[in-house]
Every structure is written in structure tokens, then in C-alpha cells.
């Protein structure tokens, strides 16, 4: 009989539960989970990347200035990643599918509600903090699920995938400019909400996944009732109590040890029903996941991942906000200056693809390629300073957008490699990672400003940022070394203490053998003095 190559479903199972294959399917619906991914990205980081073309509407409107305005996105990213935690529980108790649904309708919620507010303080909690966390419940369980549908191409897709911000950017920005001329900037942003609630339509794509080693069905012949098997033991206890004086051979008997009689039956069946899983009508009991398994802190190469993931975020965000800034002091025009921001933006679609394309390469150690596009990416922030005139600031800006979409489509699901966590652990090393990202986006911004007013120079800010960046890379090199050295010696010790107590297996009394012995030569010889 053919065996099925792909999925196997022992049972029908309803629409909502898991569905179970027998090894990563690298495909099928999970193109479709991709695709969800996609749309996701486009309407998270696309809108948030987006969101700029608001500022100056919102500071004419409320009267604020450009700081105050700022604080909007500032406290949305906040909320999105420390509240990672919490949607990686979530996801464990619920489902990806739930959460993302219900982080879709928060966006939209806190969207909407904003297009009607009366102060910055009211975007503050609809944007900042409503939407913040309904940003957080759709991202992070939609690229983790993702991880879980594919294998060999896990890097190629999930790259692919993220470049949804990307094309976001080219497509929202300026169909949200001409829509305000329209409609005004209100009734624009009461649109991007409406159009969030797409987020909620891909969640009820997710659907979970189970991977479960497929067991072989063996052939057993029909077996015989308890009721026989203790009738043949009888007969042979019998036997052999006529053909010697033994008082082993009654004692070993089924009937007549203690402890003996229902342990060996019991031990056997579910032997049985193990090899012939078909024949069992009833859903083998999944292994309970826990909510947010905390043991991911105690793995030093997940702790170098977090430092680096820490550092490194310093360096994601100093571009996008100062390269316009840095090109207006050196004398660049407006519309010069956005071409430089729109070209960042390509060359980072760009770097994503590639970056997919070379960690699908077999063989090959990922969180080496990661290290190295870490390094190449430090180099373009500190040529940033040096860059003068339209045309170095593009070149810089085209090589930096290409390697920052290297690092920036990888870095969360590098988490999945055995170099980091597994696949296993990577929803709660995920929640932590995002989590402890936070600090980083939170302190990042208010830092580099802090150097910009006390240098009065623009170029201070990108020094900072590859600092930062350097020493990510720092962390990102003893990732590796971590996962070989200290934590492979920490997992042999902990074997030999589990096997030191677990103790030897427990042998028959000495006088038992000793009588046995005794008996059988005595039987002996009593059969050969009678022939």
C-alpha cells in the first residue's frame, strides 16, 4: 500500500482544529499563509511607515509641534513590541487565527476613532496604545505561523512575504496625499481604517498546524482473548509443577506474583495500539504547550540573539527619520529628497528577495550570512556622514535600504534556526525577543535626538546608530560558539544527572535465583538416578 508522502489525517477533525502532517509541508497552504503575510505586513508596517504623510495636517489641526506629533508613532511601536509576550500567550491558548483577528479589529478600531479625535492626547491612546497593541496581536503570530508551514524555503518565502511594507509605502503614501486633497485628512484616515479590517479576513487564513511523525501500521495477528492467555498459563504452570518440585516456576506465574498479574497485559496493548494507529477512532492527546516558555532565558546563544536584536534595532530606524533632515542641511530640495527616500525604499525590497535567495542555499549557516550583512550594514551607516551632494547621499541611501533589507526581513525568523531556539520554541523565543527589541525603539529615537541637539549636527545621529549596529554584530558572532560550547556541556551534565538518578533497573532477589538453581540440579539428578 502507497504511503502518503505528505499529510496523513488519522481522524476528521472540524475546520477550526489543527491539521496534522506528518513532516513540514514546505507548500500547499502555506502559500496561502504567505500571502496573508503579505497583506499583513502592507497594512502594519506600511501604515505605520506611512503614517507621516499625516504629520503636518495633525500639527496644523491640534496645534502642536513636530515633537509632540512624533510621539504618536513612538508610542505605537512601543506598545507593538513590548506587549510581544502577551500575544505570544495569547497565541498559545487561542490560536494564531483568533489573535490575529482580534489584533485586526483593534487596528481598525483605533484608526477609526482617531479620525474623530479632538487632541493629540486622544491619538495618543487610539493610535499609540489601541492600535499599538492590536499592531502587535496581527504581526507577530502571522510571520510565526509561517515559520511553522515551511522548511527548506522558511528564508526565500517569509522574505518574499515582508516586502509588503515595502510596496506599501510606494502605494499608500501618495494615494493617501491625494486622497486628503479630497476628502481631507480625517476622512482619509477613517478610510485607512476601514481598509485595515483586511488584517481581520487574512487571520481567518492561519490555519494551525500540527507536524506529527507518521507511524508505520504493522499487520498483527488476531489476538487472543485474557480469558485464554491466563488458560494456557494455567495449563503450563500445571505442566510444570507435575514434571518438577519447583516453587519458581508457581511463583513467576502470571496468577501468582504480585503486582504481576495486570501489569504485563497493560503493558503489552498500548504497545499494539502504538504500531496500528489507524485501528485507535479515537484523536491521540497533543502534548501541552506551555503559554510562554520562560526556558528560552536560560539558552546563552538566545541571549546573545536578544542583545544583538537589542543593539542592532538602534540602527533600523535612523535613516528613515534623518536622511531628509541630513539631505535639507546639505542643500537638497524637497522633491530631491523624497526620490532619495523612495529609492531606499526599492533597493530594500531588493534586499529582501536576496537575502531569502542565498539562506535558501543548501548548505549553508545562516546566522553566518546574518553576521555578515550585520557588518556590511554598519559600514553604510557610517557612510552616511561622509556622503555629500544629491548623489552620494543616493548611493548611500540605495546601499543601505539593500542591506538593511537583508537583516530586517531575516532577523525574526533566524529564530526558528537549531543555531538559535528551533522551530519548536520560536513562538515564546519570538514574544521575548520582539519584547526585549522594545527597550531599544523606545530609547533609540529620544537618544539620537538628544545628539542631534547638542552636536547641531545630523551626522551624530548615524554615529550613534553604528555604534550600535557594531555591537550587535558583536553579540551575533558568539550566537554560534554559544549553541556548540557552553550550552552543548550544559545539556550532557543534565543527562548524566537525569541518568544518575533514574538509577539501575531493578533485578530479581539473589535467593530466588540461588533456589532456582538449587532445585533444577536436584530435579537433576533425580532423573538420572532413575535412568
Known amino acids: 500500500m502507497a504511503r502518503s508522502k505528505m499529510t496523513v489525517k488519522a481522524v476528521k477533525m472540524p475546520c477550526t482544529s489543527a491539521n496534522v502532517y506528518t513532516k513540514v509541508p514546505d507548500g500547499g497552504w502555506g502559500w496561502t499563509v504567505a500571502f ?26 491640534f496645534d502642536e509641534t513636530n515633537s509632540r506629533i512624533s510621539w504618536i508613532i513612538s508610542i505605537c511601536v512601543f506598545v507593538q513590541t513590548f506587549t510581544a509576550p502577551l500575544s505570544t500567550v495569547l497565541s498559545n491558548r487561542f490560536g494564531h487565527r483568533l489573535v490575529v483577528m482580534a489584533g485586526g479589529l ?18 495618543y491612546i ?4 489601541v492600535s499599538g497593541l492590536g499592531y502587535c496581536l ?17 528564508s526565500l518565502v517569509t522574505a518574499v512575504a515582508s516586502t509588503g511594507e515595502c510596496f506599501a509605502v510606494f502605494s499608500f503614501a501618495p494615494a493617501i496625499t491625494a486622497l486628503k486633497e479630497q476628502i481631507g485628512w480625517r476622512y482619509s484616515m477613517l ?4 481598509l485595515q479590517l483586511g488584517i481581520t479576513a487574512c487571520g481567518s487564513l492561519l490555519r494551525p498546524i500540527v507536524i506529527r511523525e507518521q507511524q508505520e501500521v504493522k499487520a498483527q495477528p488476531p489476538e487472543e482473548s485474557t480469558e485464554t492467555k491466563y488458560m494456557l498459563e494455567n495449563e503450563q504452570t500445571c505442566t510444570s509443577i507435575e514434571s518438577i518440585d519447583s516453587g519458581v516456576d508457581i511463583t513467576t506465574s502470571p496468577s501468582n506474583v504480585p503486582g504481576k498479574t495486570k501489569a504485563e497485559p497493560k503493558s503489552e496493548e498500548p504497545k499494539q495500539q502504538g504500531q496500528n494507529p489507524v485501528e485507535n477512532n479515537s484523536t491521540p492527546p497533543e502534548p501541552k504547550t506551555k503559554l510562554l516558555d520562560f526556558s528560552v532565558m536560560r539558552d546563552y546563544s538566545f541571549i546573545c540573539y536578544a542583545f544583538f536584536g537589542l543593539f542592532a534595532t538602534l540602527g533600523f530606524f535612523a535613516p528613515s527619520l534623518y536622511i531628509i533632515p ?22 530594500e525590497v531588493f534586499g529582501r528577495i536576496f537575502a531569502g535567495w542565498v539562506l535558501n542555499k543548501k548548505p549553508i549557516r545562516k546566522i553566518y550570512i546574518e553576521l555578515i550583512c550585520v557588518i556590511l550594514l554598519s ?22 535600504g539593500f542591506m538593511l533589507g537583508t537583516v530586517a526581513g531575516t532577523h525574526i525568523p533566524l529564530l526558528a534556526e537549531d543555531d538559535v531556539v528551533g522551530i519548536e520554541r520560536m513562538s515564546s523565543a519570538a514574544g521575548v525577543y520582539v519584547f526585549i527589541q522594545s527597550l531599544a525603539g523606545l530609547a533609540g529615537p529620544p537618544l539620537a535626538g538628544v545628539l542631534v541637539d547638542t552636536t547641531k549636527n545630523y551626522s551624530s545621529a ?14 551575533l558572532a558568539l550566537v554560534r560558539p554559544c549553541k556548540t560550547g557552553l550550552c552543548h556541556k550544559q545539556q550532557q551534565q543534565q543527562q548524566q544527572v537525569e541518568e544518575s538518578m533514574a538509577g539501575p533497573p531493578p533485578e530479581l532477589p539473589e535467593d530466588f535465583i540461588d533456589m532456582d538453581i538449587g532445585k533444577a540440579e536436584n530435579s537433576g539428578k533425580g532423573s538420572d538416578s532413575v535412568v
Open 462 to 475: 548615524f554615529y550613534s546608530c553604528a555604534a550600535g549596529m557594531v555591537l550587535g554584530a558583536v553579540f
Open 106 to 123: 483593534l487596528v481598525s478600531a483605533g484608526m477609526v476613532i482617531a479620525s474623530f479625535a479632538r487632541g493629540v492626547v486622544d491619538m
Open 36 to 61: 496573508a503575510f503579505f497583506v499583513v505586513e502592507a497594512l502594519t508596517y506600511g501604515i505605520i511607515k506611512s503614517f507621516g504623510v499625516f504629520f503636518n495636517d495633525l500639527m496644523e489641526s
Open 379 to 400: 559600514v553604510a551607516l557610517v557612510a552616511f556622514p561622509f556622503a555629500s551632494g544629491f548623489w552620494g547621499l543616493m548611493i548611500c541611501s540605495v546601499y543601505f
Open 326 to 347: 541630513l539631505s535639507r542641511s546639505l542643500g537638497i530640495g524637497k522633491d530631491h529628497s523624497a526620490y532619495i527616500l523612495s529609492a531606499m525604499a526599492i533597493a
Open 191 to 194: 478610510s485607512v481604517g476601514v
Open 126 to 129: 487610539t493610535i499609540g496604545i
Open 138 to 154: 496581527s504581526f507577530l503570530p502571522t510571520v510565526t505561523i509561517l515559520s511553522q508551514y515551511f522548511d527548506k524555503r522558511r
